[in-house]
């Protein structure tokens, strides 16, 4: 019994460190002076609001209300100025005309690439800094986090799919 608690505490020890220095070195990684989310003209409920739609494709006004946990009003306002800026559009669901979906547009899409391209940058500088050895044991540790995360997403998804 003693031994399980010794390692259950380790464990959680060894949980609470991956996530301090999760948060440390994205911290480091954080924006700097070449990273155009600094020179937006968009709050940050409009960034997550493109960043959805630019991953999702063309998600429906209700799926992003959802997703953000706001109310139909809200993400209307959020998108129009979106659509005002010309990051987004707008679109009439092909099969259900009372649906409205949304869908970032060439420029919405280049922002979206430009803000990933610069922090994949950043990332790449410090991972030429390790050694082949050290690389070797990021990747792993990735892959395994992958795995879990992947695995966590497909039991979140299950479980939505049977409260429905």
């Known amino acids: 019994m003693q031994v399980h608690d010794h390692e259950g505490a380790r464990r959680l020890q060894l949980e609470e460190r991956a996530l301090s220095l999760d948060t440390r070195v994205f911290t480091l990684l954080s924006p700097g002076p070449d990273d155009p989310m600094l020179s937006l003209d968009m709050s940050m409920q409009q960034l997550k609001v493109l960043l959805l739609v630019d991953g999702l494709g063309i998600p429906s006004m209700g799926d992003l209300a959802h997703l953000l946990h706001i109310g139909q009003s809200a993400i209307s306002g959020l998108v129009d100025r979106l659509v005002d800026h010309g990051w987004v559009r707008r679109e009439e669901d092909h099969l259900d005309r009372r649906i409205v979906r949304v869908q970032s547009t060439d420029g919405g899409h280049a922002l979206v690439q430009r803000i990933r391209m610069v922090g994949r940058g950043r990332l790449q500088r410090v991972l030429a800094r390790l050694t082949g050895e050290e690389l070797q044991h990021v990747v792993g540790a990735l ?14 998804a299950r479980s939505l799919g049977a409260s429905v």
Request: net charge negative.
């Open 143 to 156: 892959e395994m986090l992958h795995r879990a995360a992947s695995e966590e997403v497909a039991t979140h």
